[in-house]
């Protein structure tokens, strides 16, 4: 079943073309690591399918539903559905994690919040962290809470972009590994990377932006 | 279908309870950095009062005016005058058209109008010795006093006639006041909208650092879903709680300038219900004021928030 495609998107940044009627169609539950040097444009994929950013030319279809032609109220409801992991992470600093963590919930009204937020701190190895601030915590554990964040509300798509950027080799691959196994429950995951071997390494399907265009390896 | 309708009810339930957390953290966000917005209720305390004091003058003039819906004019007759030309008089008076009351007053009247007027209700035994002549007192409609034709006509008729010793009218009063009146009322819609622009300006620049200060907790919301209507609520409340407080502050210090200013004419001003010829800002009108302050800081807050937002993401 095809959860993602995209139809001959085009996106410009003041004159440099980082698409150009780029086509690609992702599986639902497809795990895929999304490979390109610097400034190739991964986290412009991955901004485009967050509705973050709209293309200037094309259709981005997730789930039947072209989220180009969305309005504001329906672009939010989207959002809900996928879980994003950015390279730059957002905190809200004077927050603890266990808030930082509950947002996507929080948002949605979800009940037993409190379990949930436990449960995933077990999962991204930062248990007994959920009361501090996060101000006061390491880039690589920043980046767990960030992970912890993005999938905490089960969404259907987890977009991520270098996660494991802070990570040492063990935690990162605990945490890949982790990402894998959603993938098997029906979670569609997008992960960016520059390091071409990581993702040869597992095994797992490639796209890789070369020329303007998203191709398959 | 159910389950849809049961998913927006939750939504909206889970909408209302946020507008009731956000009130709650907004006090709580005063209350935990007091000196941050202390300058800013004074400054717009102190706007709102002098506009609430220009509103209390104009409120007590007006209702003045109303005593003052008629031009009365006293005509003072000759001693000698006679019941034919008194008549006379009488009946050229009744004739004008904005003239509707002409009353007239025996010698012996005229004392006793002028003792009831002075709050002195002694009866004068000694008439023989009464100072006052004869009068007329004539109510007139007034319209449009400003053009000269208005008092000319009839000066000129009292002006020449050889039985009217002399003849005062409350025209100069009523005018003065009335132009009084005017110049408070241009002055109060000046000084309205110099303060709504300040105002504006006030709660554009404070939303602004507001939301650089929240930049990061806003984009995650926005990332994770958020409408932006869910944004806004975190952000409106508290500038309604400090305009609110504001004008609260704003109606004391008027009261205050109001005790001051009954105190200059001499006459005892309760400190709540106000009697005498002096009227406060009643209840309603202060409600009226903080309404017209909520409107003013949503809309603000809204146009201002979403100009903001947009930068943001």
Redesign the interface.
């Given at each position: 079943m095809i959860m993602i495609s995209f139809n001959n998107v085009c996106k410009m940044y003041s004159g440099n073309k980082v698409f150009y009627n780029a086509e690609v169609t992702i599986n639902k539950g497809d795990f895929i690591f999304l490979t390109a040097g610097a400034g190739q444009g991964k986290t412009t994929f991955l901004k485009l399918l967050s509705a973050l950013q709209a293309p200037d030319k094309g259709d981005i279809i997730v789930n039947n539903l072209n989220i180009i032609n969305l309005n504001d109220n329906q672009i939010s409801d989207y959002r809900k559905s996928i879980g994003i992991i950015f390279q730059k992470n957002y905190f809200i600093e004077d927050e603890t994690v266990k808030y930082n963590i509950s947002i996507p919930l929080l948002l949605s009204n979800v009940k037993n919040k409190e379990d949930k937020v436990n449960i995933i701190l077990d999962l991204v190895n930062l248990n007994g962290f959920g009361n501090k601030i996060i101000s006061s915590l390491s880039c690589s554990e920043r980046q767990r809470v960030a992970i912890a964040r993005g999938i905490i509300h089960s969404p259907d798509i987890i977009l991520a972009d270098e996660p494991t950027e802070n990570q040492d080799e063990i935690q990162s691959e605990i945490l890949i590994k982790m990402l894998i196994k959603l993938s098997q429950y029906g979670t569609t995951i997008i992960l960016a990377t520059r390091h071409h071997g990581l993702a040869k390494e597992f095994k797992q399907k490639i796209l890789s932006i070369e020329n303007e265009k998203i191709i398959s390896l | 279908m159910k389950k849809l309708f049961l998913y927006k009810v939750?939504?909206s339930l889970?909408y209302y309870l946020h507008h009731l957390m956000c009130i709650k953290s907004s006090f709580k966000f005063y209350c935990a950095k007091p000196m941050k917005y202390i300058p800013l209720t004074i400054v717009i305390a102190l706007a709102s009062s002098l506009i609430l004091t220009t509103y209390i003058s104009l409120k007590n003039i007006n209702i003045d005016l109303k005593n003052y819906t008629n031009e009365k004019i006293i005509i003072f007759l000759e001693k000698n005058i006679d019941a034919a030309n008194l008549n006379n008089i009488k009946k050229n008076l009744e004739e004008r058209n904005d003239i509707y009351s002409v009353t007239h007053y025996t010698e012996e009247q005229s004392l006793k109008l002028y003792s009831e007027n002075n709050k002195n209700n002694n009866k004068y035994e000694n008439i023989g010795l009464n100072p006052l002549p004869q009068i007329i007192i004539i109510e007139r409609k007034i319209s449009n006093f400003k053009s000269t034709d208005y008092s000319k006509n009839i000066n000129n008729f009292l002006k020449s006639n050889l039985y009217v010793n002399s003849f005062n009218s409350n025209i100069a009063y009523i005018k003065k006041i009335t132009s009084f009146k005017n110049l408070l009322l241009n002055f109060s819609i000046f000084l309205l909208s110099v303060l709504v622009i300040f105002f504006i300006i006030i709660n554009s620049n404070y939303i602004k650092a507001e939301i650089v200060s929240r930049k990061?907790?806003i984009?995650?919301?926005?990332?994770?879903?958020?409408?932006?209507s869910?944004i806004l609520i975190e952000h409106i409340y508290l500038p309604i709680i400090i305009n609110l407080l504001s004008l609260s502050l704003g109606i004391v210090f008027s009261k205050l300038l109001f005790i001051y200013f009954s105190s200059l004419t001499n006459e005892f001003v309760p400190f709540i219900e106000l009697t005498g010829s002096y009227k406060d800002i009643s209840f309603v009108e202060a409600v009226i004021a903080g309404f017209f302050i909520i409107i003013v800081s949503v809309i603000t807050c809204y146009f201002y928030c979403k100009k903001y937002f947009k930068c943001i993401?």
């Open positions: - | 939750n939504l889970y990061n907790k984009i995650v919301y926005k990332i994770f879903g958020a409408r932006n869910f993401y």
